[in-house]
Nanobody, 114 residues
Framework: QVQLVESGGGLVQPGGSLRLSCAAS????????MGWYRQAPGKQRELVAT???????NYADSVKGRFTISRDNAKNTVYLQMNSLKPEDTADYYC????????WGRGTQVTVSS
């Protein structure tokens, strides 16, 4: 069982930045594939970014060039650096881990508004 705890959400103005963090349990974090997903009100959950155990990343077209996913295996943590935020980035952001099963955090809310 993998436990995930997100943090770093909040209210930010358009054009601003936030960094989300996701702390994972377990001694083999380095083997987990990790990802960030988001769900806006009334919409389905969608992929934002993923990073493999070897560090290869993938992004949704809507966030390419603005968001960066990274991981620190020594801290069992994955990050999502979000720059040039837009109102349409407003959503609940969820951390995901995959290793012999699919695991989700409880989410952190991001609101982009002036």
């Amino acid at each position: 069982q993998v436990q995930l705890v997100e943090s770093g959400g909040g209210l930010v103005q358009p054009g601003g930045s936030l960094r989300l963090s996701c702390a994972a349990s377990g001694s083999i974090f380095r083997l987990y594939a990790m990802g960030w997903y988001r769900q806006a009100p009334g919409k389905q959950r969608e992929l934002v970014a993923t990073i493999t155990s070897s560090g290869m990343s993938n992004y949704a077209d809507s966030v390419k060039g603005r968001f960066t996913i990274s991981r620190d295996n020594a801290k069992n943590t994955v990050y999502l650096q979000m720059n040039s935020l837009k109102p349409e980035d407003t959503a609940d952001y969820y951390c995901n881990a995959w290793y012999k099963g699919n695991y989700w955090g409880r989410g952190t809310q991001v609101t982009v508004s002036s």
